[in-house]
Nanobody
Framework: QVQLVESGGGLVQAGASLRLSCAASRRTLNNYFIGWFRQAPGKERDFVARISWSGASTNYADSVKGRFTISRDNTKNTVYLQMNALKPEDTAVYYC??????????WGQGTQVTVSS
């Protein structure tokens, strides 16, 4: 079983940047597609970005394209989400998840990102 731990969230002003990290324990992340999701208060959890096991393929939600970048360092067993030009509407709890056979079966506990205007 993969255990995922997110970190790097915080309170920033609009226009600032943050880098979230998703670290794995117990098992390597190298064989998994990893996704980032976010959930704002009172809303459903939404897809943000995904990266293939090698890092060669990435996908983004339209709302974050050009501002967010997903990457991974398999030597550190960590996936990152670089978030630039943050907006108040980016405020949410951000989760990373490991995809197995097309399903996101393993989730972290989330990290809070708050963007003030």
């Amino acid at each position: 079983q993969v255990q995922l731990v997110e970190s790097g969230g915080g309170l920033v002003q609009a226009g600032a940047s943050l880098r979230l990290s998703c670290a794995a324990s117990r098992r390597t992340l190298n064989n998994y597609f990893i996704g980032w999701f976010r959930q704002a208060p009172g809303k459903e959890r939404d897809f943000v970005a995904r990266i293939s096991w090698s890092g060669a393929s990435t996908n983004y939600a339209d709302s974050v394209k050009g501002r967010f970048t997903i990457s991974r360092d398999n030597t550190k067993n960590t996936v990152y989400l670089q978030m630039n030009a943050l907006k108040p509407e980016d405020t949410a709890v951000y989760y990373c998840a490991a995809q197995v056979a097309g399903r996101y079966d393993y989730w972290g506990q989330g990290t809070q990102v708050t963007v003030s205007s």
